[in-house]
Structure formats: structure tokens, C-alpha cells
RNA sequence: GGUCCCUUCGUCUAAUGGUUAGGACUCAGCCCUUUCACGGCUGCAAUAGGGGUUCGAAUCCCCUAGGGAUCACCA
């Protein structure tokens, strides 16, 4: 059993691509299956060898390692055999439209209310007339010739579909400059290196019903398929329109964690609980196609930050002390298992290690209490039951107690309003910082 | 405009003719912690609308409304 993930570098992965390659992945694995990269770049104008880099980057960032790679740029050769055999068997057929008016044709379409369908006059070319055009020095495009019946598949995810091609343009598969057009790339593709099962976005639909076709003029039969929903954002609206901060690059420098994006999107849209995984084989192991629903799931960035959160305080520091290492600051374990409960990103770290070691702003509106609170500050060295100890005399002292005693401390030490255990953190910040940031009287 | 798909608490969804319509997240409240968070408990909250079929409909049928996809010499 073999899928891809044929992204075109274009543009760089966002939450719904990757979404497509997570589930190509986790399938994969599951099945103990093959999981092929293939990038599609066919189309030389749009696609950058930046872009390719960044998606294999942002795969490998996100664990997804892939057993093949393929750049339909290198079986160019392939497609035109294809072409070929298509031609023979008058499964493709050469046009010789201009783009500019089929766009015109497809325009007085549908201001007449028509669907705006190619309708097939060049296939009504006889050979002399093809000969004379291409003598003339036109070059021609070419189309596959779709039968013009119902296509019927068992989709993995949307149940048993069907498709009526006659409401469809036959497609182009070369273009007049000799390029190939995905359509048939794809299916060359597909065949060639054995593809099993096709998972990709419901968006696909109507190029799957053509392809079954092609799959099977080319003497084949096509893979299993299965559309996924796609993901809208929280309003309902399809994401690729905006795609603004939802890219995969934007999330790891806001800080999120691969875990906590696998885990979302392995997730929304079935029917289990979303909740953190704490790897990809607890992901692989739970995952099931058949639990994807039909309908459209929304893409919640809150809830992606929870999960971001589950995983920093579920992580082990051994797990994660070579990410710590990026940071340009020293984590000790202490420091980790203080500050582990509080974070919603990563970024959060320096944020908090700052407010431990750093130079911070804080808040102090009460000098009469910071004043009292520097005086019972214990002298001795500070050990766990240092906190106790201080509070204990500080409530004696300035008669207060709960909220009253314990807010004014935290905003003075801290300048947040919640944060770690403040037993914990006065022993790890240290009694020359917390006398520093006691006397901060402006 | 044609075609296809979708619609259950705010969100993700369960319930394939008989349930007090269930769970999870969010939210609210309470408990715990001499603060916040974590955790525990409790609670709020849904079958898009209208017609049928049936003893009985979230579930089957029809209509309406809303949303999405697609109809490229892009992928």
C-alpha cells in the first residue's frame, strides 16, 4: 500500500496542505504502507525551488518523514509516452483555441446562462484540416476525451460517490507550449510508481472523476480515493482565501509545537476527542480514515494554543531540552519544571525567563507593603519552606492574609497577575533578585 | 448559472426508526491550593426552517434557506 503527498511548490505549506499530509502520513504508517513525496512542479512559472525547500523543511519540523521523494520535473518523458498512447487509442485529441478565446467562449457561456463547457470543436477537426493548421505553424493543445457517463467510486471518506462527466470540460493534458498539465501528470504518476489510495482535498472532487477515466484509458485502473472536508476558519470560510497566519513557517515562529498541530489536525473533524499526543506513533496508533466526518471542520487557533500548552506541561526535559538549546539562554531543569504549567508557546519561555533572571517592568503600588515585605524577607539561605516562612511572618506583621498578602508579592516580584508556584519561584529566582525587585520603588 | 457536497450545544462530534439527544473543548460556578494556574466536581448549551411517510423521525422522502467546492493552456 503506497500514497503521496504531491504538493506544487508554490507558495509556502499551510495548516489545510499540511492537514492532507498528515493524513497521507499517518494512513501510511498505520498500514505499514509506503509514503511517497512528490513535488509538482510542472508548472515552471509558479513553482521555486525555495518554496520546495521550505515544504520539506516544514514537513521534516513536523516529523513527517517521507520514504520517496519524485519531482514530476525530472519524467517530463514519461508524460508525452502518455500522451501518446492517448492520442492512439483518440482518447486526446489536439485544439487549437486560443486561451483568450476560450475565455470568451466560457464568458458568453455563462452571461447565457449556460455551464461554461468546452464543446469539442476542434474535435471536429478532420486530420487534413489538423495538418493545415499545424503547416500554418499553430501549435495545438491537447485534451483528453471524457465519456460522457456517470463515473461511480467508493470514496474512503465520503462514501460511494458518483459523477456525471457530461457536466465537465474535457480536460487539457498539454499545453501548447508542450507543458504538462497536472491532470495527467498526476495519473502517470500515480501509476508509474503504484500509488494504492489517494487522499487528498474534497477540492479534487471533479478532477478525481476525470482522472478514474484517465487512469483507465491508460490502461489502468484507478487507486482507492478518499476527499477530505475542507478546513474552514473559525467563521466558515475556507482558508486557502486567507491563508495569512495559518502557515506552517508563521506557526513554529509564533511558537507552536509540532505535537500540538499533529495532534489538532489528526483530530478535527472526527468523531474522537481532540487532546494532545505526546508523539506521532500515539497518533499513528489512534488513527482511523474511516472516523472523518463529511462535513467542513473549523480550524480554531485557541484551541490549537491549548493543546500547545497540554504539551509543554506533559513533556518530559529530556524531551525537550535540545529545543531549549536553540534559545540563546541557559534552562536548567528547575527553571523547566517551574515555569512548565505556564506557557502557551514557546516563546513564552525567554518571556519567563526574564522575569526569573532578567531586568523586567514591575508593578509596585503599595510601599508600604514592599517595604514590610523586604524587612521579614528571610536572611538565611533560602530553602523550600523559605516561602512559608516569609509569608507567614509578613501576614503576622502587615495583617494581611489570602489575596490581600499574596497579589501585591506576586505582582511585585513578577509584574504578571498569575504565574508559577511562588514557593517554587522565590527559591528559584534567589533572594538578591527578589530584594532587587522589592526596592524597585518607582 | 450548471454540477456535486455539507447543515446536531459557541466548537469538534455521538446516536444508521424508539436515548432524559451522549461525550470532548470552551464558558460559568464550586472545591482544592493561605494567591494565579493545574486538578476535581457541578452546571449552561444543539437536531437550520417547512411539509410529508410512520404507532414513533436527528435518522427516510420532498421543498426552502444557508454554507462550501468545482466549472484554467494552475495544482
Known sequence: MKVRFAPSPTGY?????????????????????HFMLRIDDTDQERSFIEYENAIKEDLSWMNIGWDSLEKQSSRLSCYDNALQILLNKKRAYPCFETADELSLKRKSQLSSGKPPIYDRSSLKLSDSEIADLKSKGKKPHYRFLLNHIDVNWDDLVKGQSKYNMSNLSDPVILREDGRVIYTLAS??????????????????????????????????????????????????E???????????????????????????????????????FKN?????????????????????????????????????????SDQLNTLDIEITIEFWNLIKGNINTFNDIKFW???????????????????????????????????STWTSLLMKESGRKGKDLFKPLRLCLTGQNNGPEMANLVLTMGRQKIVERLNNND
Do not use: C
Not at 13 to 33: C, E, M
Not at 356 to 365: E, Q, W
Open 13 to 33: 505549506l499551510h495548516i489545510g496542505n499540511f492537514r492532507t499530509a498528515l493524513v497521507n502520513f499517518l494512513f501510511a504508517r498505520k498500514n505499514n504502507g
Open 280 to 320: 506521532i506513533n500515539q497518533i499513528i496508533n489512534d488513527f482511523d480514515i474511516n472516523k472523518f466526518g463529511k462535513s467542513k471542520p473549523k480550524f480554531d487557533k485557541v484551541e490549537l494554543l491549548n493543546l500547545n500548552s497540554k504539551f509543554f506541561q506533559l513533556v518530559k526535559f529530556d524531551d525537550i
Open 353 to 387: 525567563w526574564n522575569i526569573v533572571y532578567g531586568k523586567i517592568k514591575t508593578i509596585n503600588d503599595d510601599h508600604e507593603f514592599t517595604h514590610l515585605a523586604l524587612k521579614t524577607l528571610p536572611n538565611d539561605s533560602f530553602d523550600k519552606n523559605t516561602w
Open 187 to 236: 495519473v502517470v504518476d500515480d501509476i508509474d510508481f503504484a500509488v494504492t489510495d489517494i487522499l487528498r482535498g474534497e477540492d479534487h472532487m471533479t478532477n478525481s472523476a476525470a482522472q478514474i477515466q484517465l487512469f483507465e484509458a491508460l490502461g489502468s485502473s484507478s487507486p482507492r480515493l478518499g476527499h477530505l472536508s475542507l478546513l474552514t476558519d473559525i467563521s466558515g
Open 238 to 276: 475556507g482558508l486557502s482565501k486567507r491563508l495569512g497566519s495559518l502557515s506552517l513557517k508563521d506557526l513554529r515562529q509564533e511558537g507552536f509545537q509540532p505535537m500540538a498541530i499533529s495532534s489538532l489536525l489528526s483530530k478535527v473533524g472526527t468523531s474522537d476527542t481532540i487532546d494532545i
